[in-house]
């Protein structure tokens, strides 16, 4: 796999493609790097171009502090608006991901900047749909945290049994968890169609809270369910590369059928 860092350390590229006629961004979930979605690049053709969304925290970054709020995380990456706007996108957000990702867009929108031509909002609640207040994790005693973190089932278990890698990594978890448990977006409908993604078994995204994406938008939306817990994303690549296939086709190929039990 080629891959090249872009001199601007927030964004990494899982497969150059100078000439590529769309760009995926990859949005990761809390405490995600750019490993969830480094398979990803035999998935697609020689036209498009993955580019991971790299914060603070982790990869070539990980020395860096994490934000813990949404605002400057969204901050930061519209410094960058230039390469976000530069080709046709999509994004791409699992979890968390989702979240930021619409964010940006309404960040995009608001200052009339290019928007993406479409976000699928992978495992996650929308984004104006209050957290449960019961399940913060962000701010529970290490061991909880820890515990908490292993019945997720997110996180390898080489890590949650290694002190040093968990001591290394739990500021990074706990700011994203605390993104996620304290941001909530004021309901702004996007002009660009979405896709929502959710697992049959996540017990954390119900299917209210996964199709209440349809009120984000004033365009198409469609709901795909997958077979798996909260990170099918990871169980079930292949089946959430294959939708992203089919919304790429439909929008190099506006002819072609979008299918709503891909």
């Known amino acids: 796999m080629n891959q090249v860092t872009m001199n601007n350390k927030l964004f990494f590229c899982l497969n150059h493609v100078p000439s590529a ?8 979930y809390a405490g995600g790097s750019m490993h969830s979605y480094s398979s990803w690049a ?9 580019v991971f969304v790299q914060s603070p925290g982790r990869g070539a970054r990980l020395c860096e502090k994490p934000f813990d709020n949404m605002t400057d995380l969204v901050n930061e990456i519209m410094l960058s608006s230039a390469f976000l706007c530069e080709k046709p996108s999509i994004f791409f957000g699992h979890s968390l991901g989702s979240r930021v990702a ?6 995009l929108q608001s200052r009339g900047l290019r928007l993406p031509k479409h976000l699928i909002a992978s495992g996650s609640k929308a984004a104006h749909i209050e957290s449960d207040k019961h399940k913060n994790m962000h701010d529970l005693p290490e061991k909880e945290f820890i515990d908490t973190l292993r019945d997720l089932n997110g996180t390898p278990q080489e890590i949650l049994e290694n002190d040093e890698l968990i001591e290394l990594l739990s500021p990074l978890l ?4 605390k993104v996620a448990e304290c941001y ?3 309901g702004k409908k996007l002009p660009i169609p979405i896709t929502a993604l959710g697992g049959e078994q996540d017990i954390d ?5 996964l199709m209440a994406w349809k009120e984000l938008t004033y365009n198409d939306f469609h709901c795909v369910k997958m077979p798996g817990d909260h990170f099918f994303i990871n169980t079930h690549r292949q089946r959430v590369t294959h939708v992203v296939n089919k919304v790429i086709l439909n929008l190099l190929e506006p002819s072609a059928p979008f299918v709503n039990s891909i």
């Open 21 to 28: 006629k769309l760009r995926v961004f990859l949005f990761p």
């Open 42 to 50: 035999q998935d697609f053709n020689d036209e498009i171009e993955l």
């Open 102 to 107: 619409y964010e940006t867009c309404v960040q």
């Open 174 to 177: 706990r700011a994203d968890f």
């Open 184 to 186: 909530l977006a004021e």
């Open 205 to 209: 995204v119900n299917h209210e809270s």
